[in-house]
Nanobody
Framework: QVQLVESGGGLVQVGGSLRLSCVAS????????MAWYRQVPGGERDLVAT???????TYADSVNGRFTISRDITKDTVYLEMNSLKPADTAVYYC?????????????????WGQGTQVTVSS
């Protein structure tokens, strides 16, 4: 059973930094990408950053230049380095894993989510 466990969230002042980690376990399929999303109360879950199996990265405009996504394939872990944090970055941050597995002759995509970690930026 695939599990994603996030950590590293907390309370930080404006301009501060945090590093989120997401450790994946129980993976048997091919990892296609890992990503970070964030969600505020009453809002939608928005994409923050993505890293593919070829280490290609993409970022939301709102975090580009401040956040960095990276991964350690030996540990099945993805990180989100967050710098110059703003109050608008306050949210629950979720890790997402996209995999591709075989079901007989078919390739079957799967999506997994972590439980989320709270990031609060105080002004």
């Amino acid at each position: 059973q695939v599990q994603l466990v996030e950590s590293g969230g907390g309370l930080v002042q404006v301009g501060g930094s945090l590093r989120l980690s997401c450790v994946a376990s129980g993976i048997v399929d091919r990892i296609m990408s890992m990503a970070w999303y964030r969600q505020v109360p009453g809002g939608e879950r928005d994409l923050v950053a993505t890293i593919t199996d070829s280490d290609s990265t993409t970022y939301a405009d709102s975090v580009n230049g401040r956040f960095t996504i990276s991964r350690d394939i030996t540990k099945d872990t993805v990180y989100l380095e967050m710098n110059s944090l703003k109050p608008a970055d306050t949210a629950v941050y979720y890790c997402k894993l996209d995999t591709l597995g075989r079901d007989g002759a078919r390739w079957v995509p799967n999506i997994y989510w972590g439980q989320g970690t709270q990031v609060t930026v105080s002004s």
